[in-house]
């Protein structure tokens, strides 16, 4: 599928344009973006989704997870623990927290109350402390979903940082929370899709 007039991405999966509220999401500053016109030519494994005011543009995983409402396209390696409501989604190694995504279906709770209370690893601790990072919206799919990105400082041993990041589609009640971070979670949250009956 060809992007259509609007933003595009040079050198990254994501693309954002402005929305014309003013109040919506914004291109990231480690994102270039250039205007492209509607003839640009397709790019094999980068799906382009028009959305409400912006254009996102993600790389996309052959393989097909599906949690409730909403579908995953993951890489081969990846695969599903447990079911709706809670399903975990990613590398199935070692126990639950080891695994990338945990999702919820059914989420009612505002996106703050994700925000990680213990550290990986064993035992289980609490964090020395919790830093916000960013806030705001991201994409996922054609939805704008809350967005919050955190970094634990975590004792274990030395002290070690740990990075979590949370999305939240409050009609939807789907809440998607990194658990553990790899390279792959955000083109795997961005371009997944939720049915249009929610």
């Known amino acids: ?3 259509k007039a609007g ?3 040079v050198g990254a999966a994501l693309v954002l344009g402005a929305c014309s509220s003013g109040g919506g999401p914004q291109a ?3 994102t270039s973006t250039v205007p492209v016109a509607s003839t640009a030519p397709a790019t094999p494994g980068v799906t382009t989704t028009p959305t409400t005011g912006f254009l996102i543009t993600t790389k996309t995983f052959a393989k097909l997870i599906r949690v409730g409402t909403i579908t995953f396209h993951a890489p081969e390696s990846w695969d599903i ?3 709706p409501p809670t399903a975990y989604v990613g590398v199935l190694a070692g126990g639950r927290g080891d695994i990338a995504l945990r999702v919820q279906t059914g989420f009612t709770g505002p996106i703050d109350s ?5 550290c990986l690893g064993a035992p289980p601790s609490a964090p020395a402390s919790v830093d916000l990072v960013e806030q705001g919206f991201r994409p996922v799919g054609d939805r704008t979903a809350e967005f919050r990105f955190w970094r ?3 004792p274990n041993g030395d002290l070690k940082v740990e990075e979590h990041r949370a999305w939240l589609l409050p009609v939807s009640q789907i809440a998607i929370f990194e658990q553990h971070h790899l390279p792959e979670v ?3 949250v961005e371009s997944a899709l939720v049915d249009r009956a929610r």
């Open 1 to 3: 599928m060809g992007a």
């Open 7 to 9: 933003w595009a991405t």
């Open 28 to 30: 990231t500053p480690a």
């Open 81 to 83: 623990a447990g079911g």
């Open 114 to 118: 994700l925000a990680p209370t213990t």
């Open 152 to 154: 634990s400082s975590c």
């Open 186 to 188: 955000e083109a795997v």
